[in-house]
């Protein structure tokens, strides 16, 4: 069986950088991923397939608002209290779903490998590239949906000046905010915020930079309050990681897998139509929209990043 390893031209194509021009502490920190990896052969491409048509039909994937709410609060409280206990770090605030498997979406294709921890590895490295290539030059940063604020904890550890706010419906992803704030002596805030329910949120100072990463997927079609909010905001950027279900191809059987888990999910769905909708009434230009083919074990995200005109 041929190994392969994923390289820095492969991150290059994946997140649309120049060739020759991923900057090197993201080439370094792919030397230190063990990125080994095989194509599934027909017996493994099985066994992933009915792995995944049980869990589409297990009757946990649907959970209430007030369930989801009370799970995430329940994780992020984890993460909460081993940032007391162990301080600052990636390993801290890493959530508790990247549960490890050696199966990964990469490329239109499905890879396997030893390293069970390879989706957590690349995701590191793609928002590496994302924050890099998209929020350089931002004074301030909001994420929505922060979650165990490890991406802020990524974005604080990039960009060394700039002001960060977190905002999330749990109170433990405030509460950890407010913390990475005191440990790290940094102007970070936390804020709570149900997206599907705004009321007169007013904490993202205009022109600063939103991201949303993993957190837009959690909101079905109930998506227009957020959006207006964040285009009053003023916002010079916003860039979002996502899944953008408009990218998935139904004749495609892993796509075709994604779209069913992610409608029984009831996740982000018609999101980049809106979007494409407010573009053609000159309210927003979308800058930059594509699908790096990286997942997720189960489905993947994509990039929209687009601005308020
Ligand atoms: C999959 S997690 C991603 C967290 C974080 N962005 C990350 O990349 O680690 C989804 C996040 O969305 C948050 N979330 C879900 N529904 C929300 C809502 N209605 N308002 C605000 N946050 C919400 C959850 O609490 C959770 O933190």
Redesign the pocket.
Known sequence: MTEQKVTAEDFERMFHFEEGTLPEFIRRELDNVASAHHLADAQEQAEYVLDFLKRIDQKTITRTKAE?LAA?ESG?TENYNKLLRDGASLNSLK?GYFRGNKFLRYNNQLIVSDNLQLEFDLFRIARHCIFYKYLNSSDTIC?L????C??ILMLAELFKDANLIAA???CA?KKIADQLGVCLKRNISGHV????DIKDANFIPPGSSIVT???F???GTNFAGILDFMIKSRPKIVVQYEPVLEYYSESNLYDFLALKYCRKRNYLENYLAALKQLEQEKKIEIISTYRPFLGGVLHESSLIVWRPL
């Open positions: 989801n995430f992020w959530p994420e949906g922060c979650g165990s490890q991406n999330d419906w749990t992803s915020l149900d997206m599907m990463i993993h957190a997927e959690q909101l």
